[in-house]
């Protein structure tokens, strides 16, 4: 199966067990439309022109399988994408809001494997 396959299943996969998930609950999930608009976006200029690096989708796909999980938690009285610091322009990635009242702040990050590197590296991309 070649690497352009592997993709569109993948990204099929996602739209249809956690894209479907995150809509459902998405009263929970604060900015779950920008989520999904991210990924769609992301497939959307990969598919256009299609190679070996499909990093921003599997960021992407990290930040949805993410937010599922956060979401099946059972402490989790809903979880915020991409919210603003206090005081900041900036933002993080996640701030969960526990049942109990607590909110905990997550930084997603997507580390390629060594061979991944590689792979990108002979084939010219970045």
Excluded at 30 to 48: H, N, P, T, V
């Amino acid at each position: 199966m070649d690497h352009h396959t592997v993709v569109h299943g993948l990204v099929n996969e996602i739209r249809a067990n956690t894209v479907a998930y995150l809509q459902t609950n998405q009263t929970r999930l604060i900015r779950c439309a920008s989520l999904i608009e991210r990924f769609d976006a992301a497939y959307q200029a990969w598919s256009g022109k299609p190679t070996l690096n499909a990093r921003q989708i599997t960021e992407t796909i990290n930040e949805l399988l993410i937010a599922k999980q956060f979401l099946q938690d059972r402490f989790c009285a809903s979880v915020e994408y991409e919210p603003l610091l206090d005081g900041s322009e900036k933002s993080i990635d996640f701030l969960f809001h526990a049942t109990e009242g607590k909110r905990i702040f997550y930084d997603v990050k997507t580390i390629p494997s060594r061979g991944h590197r590689q792979m990108e590296a002979l084939s010219g991309r970045d």
